[in-house]
C-alpha cells in the first residue's frame, strides 16, 4: 500500500526566512476514513487515536522530523502562550491558543477547523531564529492573542521589524454568517471594524471577514510582512476540516486541520 503523502500550502512571506520551515496542511493525504478523511490531526476528535498519530506522524515527515517533535496545545480561545523549550507528550498539552520557541528542531502547531491560524518568525539581532504559532478564533483575536504571540517572541530576543506572518486558510466571509449581536464587541472596540462586516442573505444576520479583521489585528502591532492565503475552510471541503460546515451538514463530527513551523536544526 502506498504511504500517503499530506498536502501542505506555504505562504512566501515566510518562505523568504531562511532556515524556517512552515506548512498548512490541509486534509489531504492521511490515513483516517469516514467523515475524518483523511489527515485528521486532531486528539480532541472522535477518530481513531492510532490513526491520527499517523497523521501527526505523516505531516512531521514533511518536515524530516519525528512525530515526537510536534508540540501543539489545549486550544481554549484565550490569550495565553506557550513555551515549547522541550518536546511535550500532546496527554499533557498545556492549555494555551499560541506557542512560541527558540530551539532548532522543535515544531510547533496549531489546530484548526474554519478559526484562523497564524505562524510567525523573527530573529534576534544577532540573526537567531524565534517562531511562534497562534490559533485565532474571534474570541482570542479580538482579545489579543496575536499581541501576546508577538510580545512573547519580543521576550525571547527577536526584534519587532524583523518578525512575519503567514495567515492560514479559515472561513472565508462569504461563509460565516453572524448573529445580529456580533459586531457590537468589535465595533465598540474600534468603529472602523465595521468594514470587516457586510449583509448578508438574512436580514440582521452580517457575514464576518475574520481573517480581514486578523490581518488589521497584526499591522496595528508593526508587522510590516503579513501574507494571506486565500482559501475558504468551509466552501472548500475536498480540502479542508470544517466546524460550520459540520454544523449545516449535521455531520456527527469533523477533522483537524494542522499548521505548524520548525527551525531547522
Given at each position: 500500500m502506498t504511504?500517503?503523502?499530506?498536502?501542505?500550502?506555504t505562504e512566501?512571506?515566510?518562505?523568504?526566512?531562511?532556515?524556517?520551515?512552515?506548512a498548512f496542511?490541509t486534509?489531504q493525504g492521511?490515513v483516517?476514513q469516514g467523515?475524518?478523511?483523511?489527515?485528521?490531526?486532531?486528539?480532541g476528535s472522535d477518530?481513531d487515536r492510532?490513526?491520527?498519530?499517523?497523521?501527526r506522524?505523516?505531516?512531521m515527515?514533511?518536515?524530516d522530523?519525528?512525530?515526537t517533535?510536534?508540540?501543539?496545545?489545549?486550544?481554549?480561545?484565550?490569550?495565553e502562550?506557550?513555551?515549547?523549550?522541550?518536546?511535550?507528550d500532546p496527554?499533557?498539552?498545556?492549555?494555551?491558543?499560541?506557542?512560541?520557541t527558540?530551539?532548532p528542531g522543535?515544531a510547533?502547531?496549531?489546530l484548526?477547523?474554519?478559526?484562523?491560524p497564524v505562524?510567525f518568525?523573527?530573529?534576534?539581532?544577532d540573526?537567531r531564529?524565534?517562531?511562534?504559532?497562534?490559533?485565532a478564533?474571534w474570541?482570542?483575536?479580538?482579545?489579543?492573542?496575536?499581541?501576546?504571540t508577538?510580545?512573547?517572541?519580543?521576550?525571547?530576543?527577536?526584534?519587532?521589524?524583523t518578525?512575519?506572518a503567514?495567515i492560514?486558510?479559515?472561513i472565508g466571509?462569504?461563509s460565516?454568517?453572524?448573529g445580529?449581536e456580533?459586531?457590537?464587541p468589535?465595533?465598540?472596540?474600534?468603529?472602523?471594524n465595521?468594514?470587516f462586516?457586510?449583509?448578508?442573505?438574512r436580514k440582521?444576520h452580517?457575514?464576518?471577514?475574520?481573517?480581514?479583521?486578523?490581518?488589521?489585528r497584526?499591522?496595528?502591532?508593526?508587522?510590516?510582512?503579513v501574507g494571506?492565503?486565500?482559501?475558504?475552510?468551509?466552501?472548500?471541503?475536498?480540502r479542508?476540516?470544517?466546524?460550520?460546515r459540520?454544523?449545516?451538514?449535521?455531520?456527527?463530527?469533523?477533522g483537524r486541520?494542522?499548521s505548524?513551523?520548525?527551525?531547522e536544526?
Amino acid at each position: 500500500m502506498t504511504t500517503p503523502l499530506p498536502v501542505h500550502i506555504t505562504e512566501p512571506a515566510l518562505d523568504g526566512m531562511p532556515g524556517v520551515q512552515h506548512a498548512f496542511f490541509t486534509r489531504q493525504g492521511g490515513v483516517s476514513q469516514g467523515v475524518y478523511a483523511s489527515l485528521n490531526v486532531g486528539y480532541g476528535s472522535d477518530d481513531d487515536r492510532q490513526a491520527i498519530t499517523e497523521n501527526r506522524q505523516l505531516a512531521m515527515a514533511a518536515f524530516d522530523l519525528p512525530v515526537t517533535a510536534l508540540n501543539t496545545v489545549y486550544q481554549v480561545h484565550g490569550t495565553e502562550v506557550a513555551m515549547a523549550d522541550r518536546n511535550w507528550d500532546p496527554a499533557d498539552a498545556p492549555r494555551a491558543d499560541a506557542v512560541v520557541t527558540d530551539r532548532p528542531g522543535i515544531a510547533i502547531g496549531i489546530l484548526t477547523a474554519d478559526c484562523v491560524p497564524v505562524l510567525f518568525a523573527g530573529q534576534t539581532p544577532d540573526g537567531r531564529k524565534i517562531i511562534g504559532a497562534a490559533h485565532a478564533g474571534w474570541r482570542g483575536a479580538m482579545s489579543g492573542i496575536l499581541e501576546s504571540t508577538v510580545a512573547t517572541m519580543e521576550n525571547l530576543g527577536a526584534t519587532r521589524d524583523t518578525i512575519r506572518a503567514a495567515i492560514g486558510p479559515c472561513i472565508g466571509s462569504k461563509s460565516y454568517e453572524v448573529g445580529p449581536e456580533f459586531p457590537k464587541p468589535f465595533l465598540d472596540q474600534d468603529p472602523q471594524n465595521a468594514r470587516f462586516f457586510r449583509p448578508g442573505i438574512r436580514k440582521g444576520h452580517p457575514m464576518f471577514d475574520i481573517a480581514g479583521y486578523v490581518e488589521s489585528r497584526l499591522a496595528a502591532a508593526f508587522i510590516k510582512k503579513v501574507g494571506r492565503i486565500d482559501a475558504d475552510t468551509c466552501a472548500d471541503e475536498a480540502r479542508f476540516f470544517s466546524y460550520r460546515r459540520k454544523t449545516l451538514t449535521g455531520e456527527p463530527d469533523y477533522g483537524r486541520e494542522l499548521s505548524a513551523i520548525a527551525i531547522e536544526a
